[in-house]
């Protein structure tokens, strides 16, 4: 579904990203770890179009998708949920899912009701400001507004930020739920290791904007992992 060759990224005059590349499958979770600031969320946001890359390609869906910015990734099928959430807070939770209706035909513009039984809270505060919501709601709510674009490539930055444990739990269990229907690849950027080594089909670990590592789960150990990411 995804496949990035050679990517790099800069910010003004520095080097963010050098010569990228890696694969996210359909029915897969491709975690990217590594230790803050080695160009993680600078990756999403690259593949996402929310920031134009220096070089390389970005194949979607086994096409080239150029110079393409976030809209037109989104009308493509890639829901990016970034770090911070960046929910609504003076709208509704109905009102913030309403705005995934942007990239769809006028004919989708209606909440599925899989996106309540994947995260009942959010049917209980349909009416309740996304700002009154707690931060594992409100993470809740930024993953459900993702899904409903419909999503053929789902983008995760940090999912369980400071948020509660009960919360996390549930939010691993939706992103497995979301792999085993088999219709979406699934990119995880996650510093919590244990829950992203858990999720993982493909593991890609960067150093100082490098890959030094991308390697199937099967293929490497628990231990070998965490001692290359915590370097």
Request: charged share 25%; with cysteine.
């Amino acid at each position: 579904m995804l496949d990035v060759q050679d990517l790099t990224l800069h910010y003004g005059n520095s080097q963010i990203l050098y010569d990228i590349s890696m694969q996210a499958k359909l029915g897969e979770v491709t975690c990217v770890m590594g230790t803050n600031g080695v160009g993680k969320t600078s990756l999403l946001r690259a593949i996402s179009g929310t920031h134009a890359r220096s070089g390389g390609a970005i194949k979607f869906d086994g096409k080239d998708v150029e110079r393409a910015g976030a809209h037109k990734m989104a009308q493509l099928g890639v829901a990016y949920v970034p770090q911070g959430r960046d929910i609504f807070p003076l709208l509704t939770v109905r009102e913030n899912l309403q705005t995934g209706f942007s990239c769809l035909p006028k004919s989708e513009h209606f909440i599925p009701d899989d996106i309540f039984e994947l995260f009942p809270v959010l049917h209980e505060m349909s009416h309740r400001r996304g700002g009154d919501l707690s931060g594992g709601q409100q993470q809740q709510l930024a993953i459900a507004r993702a899904l409903i674009t419909k999503p053929k490539l789902l983008l995760l930055d940090e999912p369980t930020e400071g948020i509660q444990p009960n919360i996390i739990q549930h939010i691993g269990k939706v992103i497995s739920l979301l792999r085993d229907r088999g219709d979406m690849a699934i990119v995880l950027v996650e510093q919590y290791f244990d829950f992203a080594f858990e999720l993982a089909d493909q593991i890609v670990v960067l150093r100082r904007g490098r890959v030094i590592e991308n390697a199937r789960k099967g293929d490497v150990t628990r231990e070998g992992v965490l001692s290359i990411v915590s370097v």
